[in-house]
T-cell receptor
């Protein structure tokens, strides 16, 4: 059983649309969340991190975190074909920022 | 941008064979990691290290050994390779403190065990 669950497994959105990705940890001993993006054939790269309850925005990307439910979501507005990628959510406990547990990923396709 | 290199990029071996995957980072990062990536499982941590001579067990360590010889170099050893170890292997590194915990990944090594 994956300790970090992501949904949906795959998502298709039209160019210019909004993509919403979800991630929940079943391990209550986590406190910090990261979102990584992996384009096809490439290595993962960190997109955003969030450590506190609430919302964080960077350009077209917004991340929400609810620590009580251990749920985070990533929203991409004005989606572009270049956003098509595998999005990986990761969580870590406060005692060990370095030890990440990744979810299985959401595959996003943005179609013209 | 942080630089992490891996070698070889592709490797084919037979069941029972010995394989060593190499990783080097040139960013003076303390932490280095070995992951495997399989469809439906995301990234799974095999071993990691916070400095030369240190080794920490990850979440899927069975069948793997690792050694950190210097600040820059981290090796993953498969001494009796099995087909279940066919996978895409990523090495990563990170610093400590705030955003320094961001992990930087190498280009990956695709391993096939026949």
């Amino acid at each position: 059983q994956q300790k970090v669950q992501q949904s949906p497994e795959s998502l298709i959105v039209p160019e210019g649309g909004m993509a919403s990705l979800n991630c929940t940890s079943s391990d209550r001993n986590v406190d910090y969340f990261w979102w990584y993006r992996q384009h096809s054939g490439k290595s993962p790269k960190m997109l955003m991190s969030i450590f506190s309850n609430g919302e964080k925005e960077e350009g077209r990307f917004t991340v929400h975190l609810n620590k009580a439910s251990l749920h985070t979501s990533l929203h991409i507005r004005d989606s572009q074909p270049s956003d098509s990628a595998l999005y990986l959510c990761a969580a870590s406990p406060p005692s060990s920022f370095s030890k990440l547990v990744f979810g299985q990923g959401t595959s996003l396709s943005v179609v013209p | 941008e942080a630089a992490v290199t891996q070698s070889p990029r592709n490797k084919v071996t037979v069941t029972g064979g010995n394989v060593t995957l190499s990783c080097r980072q040139t960013n003076s990062h303390n932490y280095m990691y070995w992951y495997r990536q399989d469809t439906g499982h995301g990234l799974r941590l095999i071993h990691y290290s916070y400095g030369a001579g240190n080794l920490q067990i990850g979440d899927v360590p069975d069948g793997y050994k690792a050694t950190r010889t210097t600040q820059e170099d981290f090796f993953l050893l498969l001494e009796l390779a099995s087909p279940s170890q066919t996978s895409l292997y990523f090495c990563a590194s990170s610093g400590t403190g705030g955003d320094s915990y961001e992990q930087y990944f190498g280009p990956g090594t695709r391993l096939t065990v026949l």
